[in-house]
T-cell receptor, first 111, second 122 residues
């Protein structure tokens, strides 16, 4: 079946540090891949997405590349800010069916 | 982009009462909507898939008589938590599936998420 595996958190970084949150997936067919962000007390916001192999999604300084050969979609940011503190969810969607979420990775950024 | 709204954004109720949560797609028609539940510091768990004009499909372990889902129109799905108890306190999130036409004669298939409803049962 389809599944998403994310690195466990929490991840604690100092401001301006480099961020990587690993995400790998298992899926039949050709899923679309997503990163969602959830700030404290709020709902999900779509951060970025990629719909086919080698696509790079980017938004607000975050990037992730759809790697079919390694079935990965790692999230990166070159310089994190305190305001990036949130929970990040990797997810896949095969169209017409439910979105499969990873367990979420909590990020703390210290000033 | 497409917007999905939920109402209310938060609700507090007494044990034994029923609570209705609405999910609306504001600028597209959604034949399929999904209801998720999120426990504190955990991921989202799909509860059910709501199809317009037909019965919802519930995930294993979800009580269909407790969580009533109605998808009466192409822009509205409702989740009613019946006889709520403190253990039903959670964050409920809906999403709506937008299937449309893309440029070049193709089609798009995207899910959009609502902001969530926080339910607290006293």
């Amino acid at each position: 079946g389809n599944s998403v595996t994310q690195m466990e958190g929490p991840v604690t970084l100092s401001e301006e540090a480099f961020l990587t949150i690993n995400c790998t997936y298992t899926a039949t067919g050709y899923p679309s891949l997503f990163w969602y962000v959830q700030y404290p007390g709020e709902g999900l916001q779509l951060l970025l997405k990629a719909t086919k192999a080698d696509d790079k999604g980017s938004n607000k300084g975050f990037e992730a590349t759809y790697r079919k050969e390694t079935t990965s979609f790692h999230l990166e940011k070159g310089s994190v800010q305190v305001s990036d503190s949130a929970v990040y969810f990797c997810a896949l969607y095969t169209g017409g069916f439910k979105t499969i979420f990873g367990a979420g990775t909590r990020l703390f950024v210290k000033a | 982009g497409a917007v999905v709204s939920q109402h209310p954004s938060w609700v507090i109720c007494k044990s034994g009462t029923s609570v209705k949560i609405e999910c609306r797609s504001l600028d597209f028609q959604a034949t399929t909507m999904f209801w998720y539940r999120q426990f504190p510091k955990q991921s989202l768990m799909l509860m059910a898939t709501s199809n317009e004009g037909s019965k919802a499909t519930y995930e294993q372990g979800v009580e269909k008589d407790k969580f009533l889902i109605n998808h009466a129109s192409l822009t509205l799905s409702t989740l009613t938590v019946t006889s709520a108890h403190p253990e039903d306190s959670s964050f409920y999130i809906c999403s709506a599936r937008d299937v449309g036409l893309a440029g070049g004669g193709g089609s798009t298939d995207t899910q959009y998420f609502g902001p969530g409803t926080r339910l607290t049962v006293l």
